[in-house]
């Protein structure tokens, strides 16, 4: 009765279904957007304001506000990211509170983003006074992505060979000469992947920016960090919830505005990381 | 240059007693082995002397280790002075993944500032010349080091540690990933270079003690069983346990 042949040809097809599953909604969400959505683009539409109640014109607001966001996420994120990876791989010891703080930076990553609105809320526009402004809102981003950020660049502080900070401190090197000249050149591939992920994380999330900075509908530039902002993914749902009548080749348009500005990113992410790994040699 | 004077050093890594009331001197321009079968604490010995066990959590040593009339294992010791002193070739050749130049650079560059190209290129030269690696590699000094032949890296590493002018060379096991003719190329440059340092040469290889050092020292189970002349320690032991090693009785 028991056909191993069998039984293995049964377990690759479910394997295989499985993995098909995963993709054909991925392939469907992508090629929907780009049908539904190439129509809209043109250059009026990447580079005006939105007009007739944001039924027509452009997002280029949206573009820019995103932009912003992303930059100043990664401003506050990254030094700070990376100095906490720093201690943690190559400074704390493996004692209780150093095993506290890595715990609580993963489960940093597992809350959900709304909560981190309500932080921001609560701390940048309310307790600092900095109101709803780009400030507020890409702080909260940029704690909403250091849980990427440290974990990422922990990770690749981590892989640089044990043997490499041996011989520099064999060699009379302090361990702070150690970690610039030998172990940070060689993770710094790494820490770009981690910190393009992070922004590619920022510039899709609508629930940090909501109460923090996102605006309505605001047909100009911002012109200091203290100013609100349209942003991408909330003016995606402002349009496609809140606004009626609103041509549908403009929602996905817009969908694809954003689809591919985090794609693209993420695109930079793997070639980086693909040119680290086609030249890393130990 | 400077001896090494080892009085009752005993190292624990937690519970375990690697190193057992340990009693030696090395001498300044000789070569010493020491020989013993795996784990017998040979290693620990020599990372003793450089401190690189404290990267270990859990270590704790007891005992004196005097180098220059000062107790390096002592809490107040400086780390960088003292393993700018004591340099350590290691068992598999482990240039960084930089350029050869860069790499013979690296100890001039953490121990002294501003140094001009043309100092740079000056030290560069002197220590590919102390390997006998300068006429094969002069023209390619800017390609990776990881390119080279493991005896060039080895070479190279040597080469890299010249740099930082210490007194004391540390080597553990530095050939053991090398084919016979590399051993004895290598084996070769110690005795070039042994009348500037003092040569601490750890292997397995008895052979390799036995041609390439002065004096030998024989460990086991983390005792330092006999300590002498290699060609005493070679053909007549005083202690059973030497000779039952020595004559492949065990190890």
């Known amino acids: 009765m028991h056909n191993p042949q069998r039984s293995q040809k049964i377990a690759f097809f479910l394997l295989f279904l499985a993995t098909l599953l995963i993709v054909i909604p991925v392939g469907l969400i992508v090629v929907i957007i780009i049908q539904k959505g190439l129509p809209a683009i043109n250059w009026q ?238 | 240059m400077a001896d090494i004077s080892v009085n009752n050093l005993n190292l624990w890594y937690g519970d375990f007693q690697a190193l057992i009331n340990v009693n030696v001197h090395f001498t300044q321009k000789q070569i010493t082995a020491i020989i013993g079968p795996s784990g017998c604490g040979k290693s620990t010995l020599l990372r003793v002397f450089n401190r690189m066990n404290d990267l270990i959590e859990g270590v704790r040593t007891t005992g004196e280790v005097m180098i220059d009339a000062e107790n390096i294992v002592s809490e107040k010791t400086d780390l960088v002075s003292l393993r700018k002193k004591v340099g350590m070739v290691f068992q598999r050749p482990n240039p960084f993944p930089l350029s050869i130049y860069e790499n013979i650079v690296f100890g001039q560059k953490v121990h002294a500032e501003g140094l001009t190209k043309l100092k740079l290129n000056e030290v560069v030269e002197d220590s590919l010349k102390s390997v006998f690696l300068w006429d094969e590699l002069k023209d390619k000094l800017n390609k990776s080091a990881f390119t080279l032949s493991l005896e060039q890296k080895q070479r190279l590493c040597i080469a890299r540690l010249i740099v930082v002018k210490p007194e004391i060379l540390l080597m553990d096991e530095p050939c053991s990933t090398l084919d016979p003719q590399a051993t004895s190329r290598i084996e070769e440059l110690m005795r070039e270079l042994k009348n500037n340092y003092t040569t601490i040469i750890v292997t397995h290889n008895m052979q390799q003690a036995a041609r390439v050092s002065d004096q030998t020292g024989f460990m086991l189970l983390g005792e330092l069983v006999e300590f002498g002349r290699t060609e005493d320690i070679f053909t007549k032991p005083k202690d059973k346990r030497t000779e039952d090693y020595i004559t492949g009785r065990y190890g």
């Open chain 1, 45 to 282: 539409f990447l580079s005006d304001i939105p007009r007739q109640g944001m039924r027509a014109g452009g997002i280029f607001p949206a573009i820019i506000g995103t932009l912003y966001l992303v930059i100043g996420a990664i401003i506050f994120a990254l030094p700070i990211g990376l100095l906490a990876a720093i201690y943690l791989s190559e400074y704390a010891k493996d004692n209780i509170i150093n095993r506290i703080i890595r715990l609580a930076i993963v489960n940093l990553s597992g809350v959900p983003s709304v909560v981190y609105g309500l932080f921001g809320l609560a701390l940048f526009v309310v307790f600092l006074k900095f109101g709803a402004s780009i400030l507020s809102g890409s702080l909260t981003l940029g704690i909403m992505i250091l849980p990427i950020i440290i974990t990422t660049s922990r990770e690749a502080l981590e892989s640089v060979p044990q043997s490499f900070r041996e011989v520099s401190l064999s060699l009379g090197a302090s361990k702070w000469q150690t970690i610039r000249h030998i172990v940070l050149p060689n993770a710094i591939p790494g820490i770009l992947t981690g910190t393009i992920l992070g922004l590619g994380r920022a510039a899709g999330e609508t629930a940090p920016i909501l109460f923090t900075v996102a605006a309505f509908y605001l047909p100009r530039l911002p012109k200091s960090i203290f100013d609100q902002a349209m942003a991408l993914p909330y003016h995606l749902y402002v349009i496609s919830t809140q606004v009626p009548n609103v041509d549908e080749k403009v929602r996905y348009g817009t969908a694809l505005v954003l689809l591919f500005l985090v794609l693209f990113m993420n695109l930079i992410a793997i070639i980086i990381r693909y040119n680290f790994r086609k030249k890393k040699k130990w």
